[in-house]
């Protein structure tokens, strides 16, 4: 008997040893429904489980077979980190589940579903399972910011089809981006296209000035250049002087001059260039169209005030342009035309009072101000010499005279430079 006894203790330890799964694997038993058994004393479930294995299997396979019976679940978001899957309820854990893991629930026991692997029946909690499938939780949201390629991208930023993949295109300093996702040293732009990253930056920068620059050209006879707007004179430049303008401030244009940062006044700068030669001095004053100009506008008088800069005559004190000649007459003096020409507007005007302006067949177009009335009408064709109003003190004036005043290419010039014109 001693022996025997020694030989029970020796399976036991062999039981042990084994563990359960092992030794019902070698019972040819399904371990679900064998630990099912085992738990039998112990869990609070154990009544409503199978009794035995051979029922539970039984069981299993009726609720089973009946397909409709069966259900697409879901694990549950919560059930974090996984849901453990059971041998039975409170049962081995066997498996875990990710949440959003399809299960194929065939029954359910007290608190637990009963779920088919395709290789056994397992027991999930019920409460981490769903019948709805759990959205795919998604990346957070990249949100997208406009940027700017940085001034040192020179002379451009490429653009390619991916990191470090084809060129596609190439964006200049201070382009406007918009970066709608990251990856790794890259910034990936609307439409897909790849920047490296180092390249853009949130901050706008300074306009560059090379974009905005143009070229302007000297109008005036001489123009006072100066070191700020309405600063000392630095230099003077002549009619048709090529000045390359950066920015308009005030009245006033910011210009590069061999790096220097000086001012011109914004009247007599012209974006197009001056006729070679210019009309100082009288030689080819008139060279666009025919007709020429001849005389004064009124006779006798005297002149009041010249074209260019000059006290404000309301008194405010500050200095301001004066775009035209001012003929000190009297009231009911006959204006006349200096040359042929269309009126192409006879009436009031606010500053001007009365005023007509002709279209001068010559290209430059003449407004004659403050007049009493006008004596021509808009679209009526004019000659040298025909009177176009009477002198008076209407809109903005201080007396009887005549503001007279020329224009080319919608700038003001000075009368006295234009050939034909007499003060
Ligand atoms: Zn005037």
């Known amino acids: 008997m001693k022996h025997q006894k020694n030989s029970f203790l020796f399976i036991c330890a062999v039981m042990f040893l084994f563990g359960s799964a092992t030794l019902f694997a070698l ?157 790794g040293d890259w910034y990936i732009l609307e439409g897909n296209k790849y920047v490296y990253a180092r390249f853009i930056t949130k901050s706008k920068p300074a306009a560059p000035a090379a974009s905005t620059s143009w070229t302007g050209y000297v109008t005036a006879d001489v123009l006072n250049v100066r070191s700020a707007p309405w600063g000392n004179k630095v230099t003077t430049y002549s009619r048709g002087t090529a000045v ?78 004066h775009s035209g000649v001012d003929y000190a007459v009297g009231g009911g003096t006959s204006v006349k035309s200096l040359g042929p020409g269309k009126v192409v507007y006879a009436g009031w005007g606010t500053g001007y009072g009365n005023y007509v302006k002709i279209q001068h067949d010559n290209g430059y177009v003449s407004y004659s101000a403050h007049l009493r009335s006008c004596s021509v009408k808009t679209g009526q064709r004019v000659g040298q010499g025909t009177e176009v109003g009477k002198v008076n003190s209407t809109g903005s004036s201080t007396g009887n005279h005549l503001h007279f005043e020329l224009r080319k290419n919608g700038q003001s010039v000075n009368p006295a430079s234009i050939k034909g014109v007499l003060l």
């Open 27 to 183: 019972l040819n038993i399904e371990p679900a429904h064998a630990t099912a058994l085992s738990n039998l004393d112990s869990s609070a479930e154990a009544a409503a489980a199978p009794a035995t294995a051979n029922t539970a299997v039984k069981a299993a396979k009726t609720t089973n077979v009946p397909a409709p019976k069966s259900w697409k679940g879901y694990v549950t978001a919560d059930a974090k980190p996984f849901l453990n899957v059971r041998t039975a309820a409170w049962g081995k854990i066997v498996d875990a589940l990710k949440p959003g893991a399809a299960v194929t629930v065939v029954d359910a026991s007290g608190d637990w579903y009963i779920i088919d692997t395709g290789s056994a029946l397992r027991y999930v909690y019920k409460k981490y399972i769903s019948k709805k499938k759990p959205e795919a939780p998604k990346p957070p949201a990249y949100a997208v910011w406009t940027g700017y390629v940085t001034a040192d991208a020179k002379p451009y930023l490429n653009v390619r089809n991916k990191a470090w993949g084809t060129i596609t295109g190439q964006l200049k300093p201070g382009a406007a981006v918009k970066v709608i996702n990251k990856s």
């Open 244 to 321: 390359k303008v950066m920015a308009k401030e005030g009245d006033w244009y910011r210009i590069d001059a061999s790096g220097k940062k000086l001012y011109v006044h914004s009247s007599y700068i012209s974006r197009t260039k001056p006729a070679a030669g210019g009309s100082s001095g009288g030689s080819s004053g008139g060279s666009s169209g025919g007709g020429s100009f001849g005389g004064r506008p009124v006779a006798g008088g005297r002149i009041s005030s010249y074209y260019g800069y000059r006290k404000d005559p309301f008194g405010s004190g500050a200095t301001k342009f």
